[in-house]
């Protein structure tokens, strides 16, 4: 037979063809792999019926590929039993562990890309915009007048005060920023948030001070900062490297080390900056509240026991969907959506 | 050998603990199991994933396995209690974001169905759905026959008491047809 004269619809109705694609024949696997290396010019018309094949057959087929993972499975679950060893009746493989997998794949894969994501916007010309927002952008990265950047969260804002760099580098947060400050001892760096003051003298920290929030965190990482809370300018707290403070309006401050991600030893304080949602054994509660920072959606709870339901995890989110489904994987409860509010119930 | 003889002596062998059996076992038994998946629910990856996982546990527990004179049945069987099993588990997830698109898995899913459901994009779905529209029940029968189950012209036509001209004839205008809706 003349296959060289074959056109897409003349492959795809060949039967040899179809055992090729649905790799139900090893002989006619071979024979078309072997082929097609002789006739690349043919490729273009061969991937076309090859795709009209596996849509009418409804993606059958891979039996290879499948196979492979098949013997995989066996391979590992030999190893265990040798390792299991005279510990005798054979253990049941766990259902579900397949899902796992599953879960492993949309929500999390995490551990790439340590570096972060400092200049990957362009630096917008922040001397005009005296007032910047990040909207809804998940970060928005500036450079401010005196090469000072810093990354501002989703939803918080930042206002330079007048004359800043040339009399005062002051600013006042509401929100979330990362900042990484250069040095100028004739100006100190003055962040200003509802709950406190915060004299900096060239370091980088993290600053969480959302209104609606009745906490506010300072991360440092290098340098030194010094706190001044409301009302009290005499009281200055003094911040060493990995320390952060933590205010709250209803209870003393406390210092705290930085919660170091025993994997990576990154700060889970900044886990925001690179783009993803870390999760370290928290109740639903309070995840829920990391999910409304992060998504800038209301999460609402129907059902008090679900509150305390304990997940880990990190997400590299791209919709609050896919985490809520990644999270219930592990432990099922449901969520629905409903005029703008994420419901949860057991 | 016999398809059947062959299975039975591959599922002996594989009670005995002998692995070659199990692949050639999957080897032989993955299209029909496939099929059979996919009328029960339109997703390949699901189906492909709980054909794994049945043979991982053939394979765990091949020492308990029993003696079995019609091994496919007990296969389909095993298989569709193992995607129920799936499907109820996921049935919370489903709930929550496409709660009227779930049907019950009692009802054995159309060809159409089934090959709309394991396409993701949603234009590509919708496009389909339109393509098979132009074609005639004779049409999308014969193209099910052939892509779906898989049978031979020779088969169709004497399913379908036509000649093996006609049969293929028809096939290969139906795909024009899709191609054509499809481009």
Same mark, same amino acid.
């Given at each position: 037979?003349? %296959?060289?004269?074959?056109?897409?619809?003349?492959?795809?109705?060949?039967?040899?063809?179809?055992?090729?694609?649905?790799?139900?024949?090893?002989?006619?696997?071979?024979?078309?792999e072997?082929?097609?290396?002789?006739?690349?010019?043919?490729?273009?018309?061969?991937?076309?019926?090859?795709?009209?094949?596996?849509?009418?057959?409804?993606?059958?087929?891979?039996?290879?590929?499948?196979?492979?993972?098949?013997?995989?499975?066996?391979?590992?679950?030999?190893?265990?039993? *040798?390792?299991?060893?005279?510990?005798?009746?054979?253990?049941?493989?766990?259902?579900?562990?397949?899902?796992k997998?599953?879960?492993?794949?949309?929500?999390?894969?995490?551990?790439a890309?340590?570096?972060?994501?400092?200049?990957?916007?362009?630096?917008?010309?922040?001397?005009?915009?005296?007032?910047?927002?990040?909207?809804?952008?998940?970060?928005?990265?500036?450079?401010?007048?005196?090469?000072?950047?810093?990354?501002?969260?989703?939803?918080?804002s930042?206002?330079?005060?007048?004359? %800043? =760099?040339?009399?005062?580098? =002051?600013?006042?947060?509401?929100? &979330?920023?990362?900042?990484?400050?250069?040095?100028?001892?004739?100006?100190?760096?003055?962040?200003?948030?509802?709950?406190l003051?915060?004299?900096?003298?060239?370091?980088?920290? =993290?600053?969480?001070?959302?209104?609606?929030?009745?906490?506010?965190?300072?991360?440092?990482?290098k340098?030194?900062?010094e706190?001044?809370?409301?009302?009290?300018?005499?009281?200055?707290?003094?911040?060493q490297?990995?320390?952060?403070?933590?205010?709250?309006?209803?209870?003393?401050?406390?210092?705290?080390?930085?919660?170091?991600?025993?994997?990576?030893?990154?700060?889970r &304080?900044?886990?925001?900056?690179?783009?993803?949602? *870390?999760?370290?054994n928290?109740?639903?509660?309070?995840?829920?509240?990391?999910?409304?920072?992060?998504?800038?959606?209301?999460?609402?709870?129907?059902?008090?026991?679900?509150?305390?339901?304990?997940?880990?995890?990190? %997400? &590299?989110?791209?919709?609050?969907?896919?985490?809520?489904?990644?999270?219930?994987?592990?432990?099922?409860?449901?969520?629905?959506? *409903?005029?703008?509010?994420?419901?949860?119930?057991? | 050998?016999?398809?059947?003889?062959?299975?039975?002596?591959?599922?002996e062998?594989?009670?005995?603990?002998?692995?070659?059996?199990?692949?050639?076992?999957?080897?032989?038994?993955?299209?029909?199991?496939?099929?059979?998946?996919l009328?029960?629910?339109?997703?390949?990856?699901?189906?492909?994933?709980?054909?794994?996982?049945?043979?991982?546990?053939?394979?765990?527990?091949?020492?308990?396995?029993?003696?079995?004179?019609?091994?496919?049945?007990?296969?389909f069987?095993?298989?569709?209690?193992?995607?129920?099993?799936?499907?109820a588990?996921?049935?919370?997830?489903?709930?929550?974001?496409?709660?009227?698109?779930?049907?019950?898995?009692?009802?054995?899913?159309?060809?159409?169905?089934?090959?709309?459901?394991?396409?993701?994009d949603?234009?590509?779905?919708?496009?389909?759905?339109?393509?098979?529209?132009?074609?005639?029940?004779?049409?999308?029968?014969?193209v099910?026959?052939? %892509?779906?189950?898989?049978?031979?012209? &020779?088969?169709?036509?004497?399913?379908?008491?036509?000649?093996?001209?006609?049969?293929?004839?028809?096939?290969?205008?139906?795909?024009k047809?899709?191609?054509?809706?499809?481009?």
């Amino acid at each position: 037979m003349n %296959f060289q004269e074959y056109e897409v619809i003349d492959f795809a109705c060949d039967e040899s063809f179809q055992r090729y694609c649905l790799e139900a024949d090893d002989r006619d696997l071979h024979f078309w792999e072997n082929w097609l290396t002789q006739h690349p010019e043919k490729r273009l018309t061969v991937q076309e019926a090859r795709e009209i094949v596996m849509i009418l057959s409804a993606k059958q087929g891979n039996r290879l590929e499948q196979l492979k993972h098949l013997e995989d499975g066996i391979a590992r679950y030999d190893l265990l039993q *040798e390792a299991l060893e005279e510990e005798q009746p054979p253990v049941v493989l766990r259902r579900r562990h397949i899902w796992k997998y599953a879960a492993i794949a949309t929500g999390v894969l995490l551990l790439a890309g340590s570096s972060f994501l400092f200049f990957r916007h362009t630096p917008a010309p922040a001397e005009k915009h005296q007032l910047v927002t990040a909207g809804q952008d998940p970060r928005k990265t500036l450079v401010l007048p005196d090469g000072s950047s810093v990354i501002l969260r989703q939803h918080s804002s930042l206002q330079l005060a007048p004359g %800043f =760099n040339k009399d005062n580098r =002051n600013l006042t947060l509401t929100g &979330e920023a990362f900042f990484d400050v250069t040095q100028n001892a004739q100006h100190p760096f003055m962040v200003h948030t509802a709950a406190l003051d915060i004299k900096v003298l060239g370091t980088v920290f =993290n600053v969480s001070a959302y209104t609606n929030s009745r906490e506010t965190e300072t991360a440092l990482f290098k340098g030194k900062i010094e706190v001044t809370l409301p009302g009290q300018p005499q009281q200055k707290i003094i911040l060493q490297p990995n320390q952060k403070l933590v205010t709250h309006a209803a209870t003393p401050f406390a210092i705290a080390p930085l919660d170091a991600d025993p994997v990576s030893h990154k700060a889970r &304080e900044i886990a925001w900056v690179r783009n993803r949602l *870390e999760i370290e054994n928290e109740p639903l509660e309070v995840i829920a509240g990391k999910l409304e920072q992060w998504y800038g959606i209301r999460v609402v709870f129907a059902d008090e026991t679900v509150k305390h339901y304990r997940y880990s995890g990190t %997400f &590299e989110s791209e919709t609050i969907i896919k985490a809520l489904d990644a999270l219930q994987l592990s432990y099922p409860f449901s969520f629905k959506m *409903e005029q703008g509010e994420i419901i949860i119930s057991k | 050998m016999s398809y059947e003889e062959d299975n039975n002596s591959h599922w002996e062998r594989l009670r005995k603990g002998d692995k070659p059996a199990l692949f050639a076992l999957y080897n032989s038994t993955y299209s029909h199991l496939l099929r059979f998946g996919l009328k029960i629910c339109g997703n390949d990856e699901l189906v492909k994933d709980c054909i794994t996982q049945l043979f991982l546990q053939l394979w765990s527990k091949h020492r308990q396995l029993p003696p079995v004179t019609n091994v496919p049945a007990y296969l389909f069987t095993s298989l569709k209690r193992q995607l129920l099993d799936q499907l109820a588990y996921q049935s919370k997830i489903h709930a929550a974001i496409h709660r009227d698109t779930d049907k019950d898995p009692g009802v054995e899913l159309s060809y159409e169905e089934i090959i709309i459901q394991v396409q993701h994009d949603e234009e590509m779905k919708r496009r389909l759905q339109q393509a098979l529209k132009t074609l005639t029940p004779r049409q999308i029968e014969l193209v099910q026959l052939k %892509f779906f189950e898989g049978l031979t012209y &020779e088969q169709i036509a004497a399913q379908t008491s036509q000649t093996v001209k006609t049969a293929y004839n028809t096939i290969y205008d139906a795909i024009k047809a899709l191609r054509k809706m499809l481009k």
